[in-house]
């Protein structure tokens, strides 16, 4: 499994991203899930995968070869002329490593089905963040719909419905995607630090802020062991429940 | 879907259950979740169940219709001298059910799949709470995993698990459940009140507080917009993050 978010603030995007993959519970690695290129001055596009390793791996390997040759038939990504055609070039890049893994060879069990969060600006355009489906079509984030995420979604998604705004910071952004991250963590073995970061400032047309947050982060380490105390905090807070009168009267058998 | 959550206190036991059922979005029913049984002064049962509504109310009917007929070859669950034989019971049912329309008659391409919680206390036995699986077997909640959930529980499970402590009153497990459950409505469109609540008094050998939360009820209205201000001061109460001084230089091209 594998949990990744892309936030679109106004100020920009943030990118986060685990690094755990797995092949059943005994078999765990770390591989790098964000994939970022860019052309100081014109562009920055930020990849981040979840789904099967092979056909993640063979899809930036693809995009990768395929811009540093620019007499292919396809433009390379780093010649596309807008997010747009970046999302219509990653999206079928996808959808043929997935049907030739799927149609030839060796049949798998598991699906070769990947999904991936694409964001960054080109040129003129504003910064767009796309969700891409395995079948190579995508959907493009609005205010009303401001993140996607994309693995094991659940766990994390309450705390980013409740405390997202798009006029935030990047350093509240960030902290908003860790507690995310420590839930889903906390929860399911199969997603885990480190973490790839990326923020990506509007308008900059370059990367920003890339780093990784490491397994024994100081910062990671308060904000995962503060949360449990804020949290109950914050129960406690609320008012207190009390039980209906005719349903105490029945249990106490008055 | 459904949610449901059993939860086990050194005071007793609290049931919890959504209503809503739904066979495709454009066909949505309430349909109660939870049953009790009870011998007052000698046993208290509660079930409650996830998944196909056919089977489900099929397993509660013939364990109705059991418990009436005490001739029958089985035991019914009013003379089931453990919890452990109460849950044996279900199990047993449970299978059946799911097996005789798996077997027979027209195929659904859905599954006739249920599992659900069962709970409760039989003479001199400790209260017990297991989880039913639809192949009849079962697992027991132990103090180290001191509740279960079945149905839609990702959204609801972290505040469980950060703020769940085996000494609350049954007061504040409720308020506990319901922001468990207000997270998962939030995310879910088939998980929604009417809730169901049972709390069940340890030692008591009779059935607690059996009542209803509707969907305008105003505690619950307090509790689900309190909850949304007050992790928000939770999530500014802690402390802010700080870029590495590196990835700031290297953002800046400083």
């Known amino acids: 499994m594998t949990y990744c978010v892309g936030l679109m603030l106004n100020k920009g995007l943030v990118f986060m991203s685990d690094t755990r993959t797995n092949s059943g519970i005994d078999n765990i690695s770390t591989f790098r899930k964000m994939h970022t290129w860019e052309v100081p001055g014109e562009r920055s596009i930020t990849l981040m995968t979840a789904g099967n390793l092979a056909t993640t791996q063979a899809v930036v390997s693809l995009l990768d070869e395929r811009s540093k040759q620019p007499g292919d038939r396809h433009p390379g990504i780093l010649e596309a002329a807008s997010m747009f055609q970046v999302a219509t070039l990653v999206g079928n890049v996808l959808k043929e490593v ?27 355009g504003e910064p767009r963040l796309f969700l891409i489906y395995p079948e190579g079509n995508f ?21 980013l419905v409740r405390a997202y ?32 970061v990326h923020v990506y400032h509007a308008g900059s047309l370059q990367s920003g802020e890339i780093f990784r947050i490491e397994a024994d982060d100081p910062y990671y380490e308060t904000i995962s062991s503060g949360w449990g105390s804020a949290l109950r905090d914050a129960f406690h807070g609320l008012p207190d429940f009390t039980f209906p009168a005719e349903t105490v009267q029945r249990a106490t058998g008055s």
């Open 98 to 124: 997935i049907s030739t893994h799927a149609q030839t060879g060796q049949q798998a069990n598991s699906a070769f089905n990947a999904t991936m969060i694409l964001g960054g600006q080109v040129g003129d």
């Open 165 to 196: 705004d798009p006029d935030m910071s990047f350093e509240d952004a960030i902290k908003l995607l860790l507690l995310s991250f420590d839930s889903t963590i906390k929860a399911n073995l199969s997603v885990s630090l480190p973490l790839d």
């Open 139 to 159: 959907i493009e984030a609005s205010f009303d719909t401001p993140f996607f995420q994309v693995g094991e979604t659940k766990y994390g998604r309450p705390i």
